[in-house]
T-cell receptor, first 110, second 114 residues
Framework: DTAVSQTPKYLVTQMGNDKSIKCEQNLGHDTMYWYKQDSKKFLKIMFSYNNKELIINETVPNRFSPKSPDKAHLNLHINSLELGDSAVYFC?????????FGPGTRLTVL | AQSVTQLGSHVSVSEGALVLLRCNYSSSVPPYLFWYVQYPNQGLQLLLKYTTGATLVKGINGFEAEFKKSETSFHLTKPSAHMSDAAEYFCAVILNFGNEKLTFGTGTRLTIIP
């Protein structure tokens, strides 16, 4: 059983489109996160939710909107995609200060 | 200000040699400290962590790290490198225990020379 799963694994789209990435965890954790890893491998937190409530909202364009329908799911919707949004997006969940990461979604904007 | 600094973006060691990856943090309060490994085209896997207690922590795959408060360091070591250790390694800290925000270093790419 995959602890933190993300779909899709790869996403190729045109500039200006709207896309979503889904994340699910079966660990029973209350807190979930989205991270962005750029082309230089730098990892930066975007959002975190605790039991469906937004806890962390870093300086992210408002084209990015997280949605947590329940504590096991945290989806990321991106409007009006730009070239600079190309990156790998990781979902994670945590318990007792330890975060567990999903396999990542590689987004390529053409 | 950078909360966590990894010295050396690339480190190469021979197979069987000692692996030493450096991590320093900047905080007046001892943070929680983590090392993660990322293999090519994969997610991040937790190697080890320090929260409280014993300052020498052992992780998976033969890695260990020692928290040294006086040096504000949490260097990662492995006595004998294996080809399978080739990967990107990230040091990370939690400074804000309220929101558990994890801040990553810039990563160190470890290459193993046969």
């Amino acid at each position: 059983d995959t602890a933190v799963s993300q779909t899709p694994k790869y996403l190729v789209t045109q500039m200006g489109n709207d896309k979503s990435i889904k994340c699910e965890q079966n660990l029973g954790h209350d807190t979930m996160y989205w991270y962005k890893q750029d082309s230089k491998k730098f990892l930066k937190i975007m959002f975190s939710y605790n039991n469906k409530e937004l806890i962390i909202n870093e300086t992210v364009p408002n084209r990015f909107s997280p949605k947590s329908p329940d504590k096991a799911h945290l989806n990321l919707h991106i409007n009006s995609l730009e070239l600079g949004d190309s990156a790998v997006y990781f979902c994670a969940s945590s318990q007792s200060y330890t975060q567990y990461f999903g396999p990542g979604t590689r987004l390529t904007v053409l | 200000a950078q909360s966590v600094t990894q010295l050396g973006s690339h480190v190469s060691v021979s197979e069987g040699a000692l692996v030493l990856l450096r991590c320093n943090y900047s905080s007046s309060v001892p943070p929680y400290l983590f090392w993660y490994v990322q293999y090519p085209n994969q997610g991040l896997q937790l190697l080890l962590k320090y929260t409280t207690g014993a300052t020498l922590v052992k992780g998976i795959n033969g890695f260990e790290a020692e928290f040294k408060k006086s040096e504000t360091s949490f260097h990662l070591t492995k006595p004998s490198a294996h080809m399978s250790d080739a990967a990107e390694y990230f040091c990370a800290v939690i400074l804000n225990f309220g929101n558990e925000k994890l801040t990553f270093g810039t990563g160190t790419r470890l290459t193993i020379i046969p």
